[in-house]
């Protein structure tokens, strides 16, 4: 309001636009969802702030803060599709947490043969699978009438390499959860 009297009649018009706009977007996230889910609440804040989402003791908070935006979006009927990538294909990530030392991605590349890597690959992965686990438990929790959130989603879980350590394409595992609307 205050710079509005400071500008000519074009650059005003422009403004009280782009105003408008803003307007239309706050309105239609206010307003009540047709579909949405009894239990469609904002999740807390996380309280990050920062570069707090790039240091690797916070990695699991990050990804939970994910799950739990994405959850409440889906609930809220906000969105019907969502995706998550906890990082990039050729992540350094060093999971502290477990007690490693060496990435993620480098450990991905040590032979088979490599029994101490391989343990390490399989404690990265089952921690992923914790992950997975958490995103299930949340949508399970939130109640569609006599079914939940999970019943009428198809949650896939997949990496985009069959092998690691050979780049191989073939036998990429996956999983599938919930029951896709009984399909």
């Given at each position: 309001?205050?710079?509005?009297?400071?500008?000519?009649?074009?650059?005003?018009?422009?403004?009280?636009?782009?105003?408008?706009?803003?307007?239309?977007?706050?309105?239609?996230?206010?307003?009540?969802?047709?579909?949405?889910?009894?239990?469609?609440?904002?999740?807390?804040?996380?309280?990050?702030?920062?570069?707090?989402?790039?240091?690797?003791?916070?990695?699991?908070?990050?990804?939970?803060?994910?799950?739990?935006?994405?959850?409440?979006?889906?609930?809220?009927?906000?969105?019907?599709?969502?995706?998550?990538?906890?990082?990039h294909s050729v992540s350094q990530?060093?999971?502290?947490?477990?007690?490693?030392?060496?990435?993620?991605?480098?450990?991905?590349?040590?032979?088979?043969?490599?029994?101490?890597?391989?343990?390490?690959?399989?404690?990265?992965?089952?921690?992923?699978?914790?992950?997975?686990?958490?995103?299930?438990?949340?949508?399970?929790?939130?109640?569609?009438?006599?079914?939940?959130?999970?019943?009428?989603?198809?949650?896939?879980?997949?990496?985009?390499?069959?092998?690691?350590?050979?780049?191989?394409?073939?036998?990429?595992?996956?999983?599938?959860?919930?029951?896709?609307?009984?399909?």
């Open positions: 309001n205050e710079v509005l009297p400071k500008l000519d009649s074009f650059d005003r018009q422009k403004l009280n636009a782009h105003l408008d706009a803003i307007r239309e977007v706050e309105k239609r996230l206010t307003v009540d969802f047709h579909g949405a889910s009894a239990q469609c609440v904002v999740p807390p804040s996380p309280g990050m702030s920062g570069d707090f989402h790039m240091q690797p003791e916070n990695f699991e908070a990050v990804g939970q803060a994910q799950m739990d935006l994405l959850v409440a979006a889906l609930a809220c009927d906000l969105t019907r599709v969502g995706s998550l990538q906890f990082s990530m060093v999971f502290t947490n477990l007690g490693l030392s060496q990435a993620h991605h480098d450990l991905s590349h040590e032979p088979d043969s490599n029994e101490d890597a391989q343990q390490k690959l399989v404690t990265i992965n089952a921690y992923y699978a914790k992950q997975m686990a958490y995103l299930l438990g949340k949508m399970k929790a939130v109640v569609e009438g006599d079914e939940t959130l999970l019943d009428h989603a198809c949650v896939v879980w997949v990496n985009e390499l069959g092998k690691g350590n050979s780049h191989d394409r073939d036998d990429v595992p996956y999983v599938l959860a919930g029951k896709c609307g009984g399909y």
